[in-house]
């Protein structure tokens, strides 16, 4: 079909904005296909995940580790997974962040992956997000931000 889901993870945790607003809206027998990530990929969807800013955080970490929990985060206190068989994995959140944003804005020639001719956009983090705790993920900062081979931000 050449089209794209373009995901907000964030979304998909135990809380109110979730359980009490949108669960009752879309009915008990549809619920289990809310926010339906593993299963989008296990049948071959391409995927992007973003925010939904300016109702929610631009922090892409913590979306990230929502997607890969399905929790909010653990300092708000221990709270079930919301569908877990959903989750998805670490890596595949990033490629969503990364040459899944890329294919949505129809940028793979230029950004998405490192590669000889590509612009070079590149960030530096304080932790290493595919081996730190899952519920610390949220919790990466940015020490330094590099656009086209420059840098632009440090921490």
Request: charged residues 20%; negative net charge; hydrophobic residues 45%.
């Given at each position: 079909?050449?089209v ?8 998909a945790?135990n809380?109110?904005s979730?359980?009490d607003v ?6 008990n027998?549809?619920?289990r ?59 595949e959140?990033?490629a ?20 000889l001719g590509?612009?070079?956009?590149l ?10 705790p ?22």
């Amino acid at each position: 079909l050449g089209v794209m889901a373009n995901v907000q993870p964030l979304w998909a945790r135990n809380e109110p904005s979730v359980t009490d607003v949108a669960m009752p809206m879309v009915g008990n027998d549809r619920s289990r296909y809310m926010y339906a990530f593993r299963s989008l990929l296990d049948a071959g969807a391409a995927m992007a995940l973003s925010s939904d800013w300016g109702v929610s955080t631009l922090n892409p970490f913590q979306i990230i580790e929502t997607a890969v929990t399905r929790q909010p985060p653990a300092k708000e206190g221990t709270v079930a997974a919301f569908l877990p068989e959903e989750r998805i994995t670490r890596a595949e959140a990033v490629a969503g962040y990364t040459t899944g944003a890329a294919a949505a804005a129809w940028r793979t020639a230029d950004t998405g992956t490192l590669g000889l001719g590509k612009c070079a956009d590149l960030i530096v983090l304080d932790q290493d997000i595919f081996n730190c705790p899952e519920g610390e993920i949220g919790d990466t900062n940015v020490l330094m931000t590099m656009v086209e081979g420059k840098e632009v931000y440090r921490a």
